[in-house]
């Protein structure tokens, strides 16, 4: 099994930045897709921004040019840095892992979500 663990949320005020990170452990073969998304009050969870093993990004419209998403392979960490920080980017952000598994297929995992707050 694999667990995720998020950190980097908090407050900010517009215009500021924060980086968040989400570190994959447990029993590891291969990480493939890593992503983030984020879920705000009464809203469907959206697609943030995701980067494959190879390090090629998509991202929301909502977020270019502002969020940069990264990873280390070698940790199996995948992070997002969240500059100009708007009060629409208000929510609870997940990470999301691909796990491919030793002999075929795959799986995927959730972090346990870390809020960020844009406000004055």
């Known amino acids: 099994q694999v667990q995720l663990v998020e950190s980097g949320g908090g407050l900010v005020q517009p215009g500021g930045s924060l980086r968040l990170s989400c570190a994959a452990s447990g029993s590891i073969f291969s990480i493939g897709f890593m992503g983030w998304y984020r879920q705000a009050p009464g809203k469907q969870r959206e697609l943030v921004a995701r980067?494959?093993?190879?390090?090629?990004?998509n991202y929301a419209d909502s977020v270019k040019g502002r969020f940069t998403i990264s990873r280390e392979n070698a940790k199996n960490t995948v992070y997002l840095q969240m500059n100009s920080l708007k009060p629409e980017d208000t929510a609870v952000y997940y990470c999301?892992?691909?796990?491919?598994?030793?002999?075929?297929?795959?799986?995927?995992?959730w972090g346990q979500g870390t809020q960020v707050t844009v406000s004055s």
């Open positions: 999301n892992v691909v796990h491919w598994l030793r002999y075929g297929g795959s799986e995927d995992y």
């Open positions: 980067i494959t093993n190879r390090g090629s990004t």
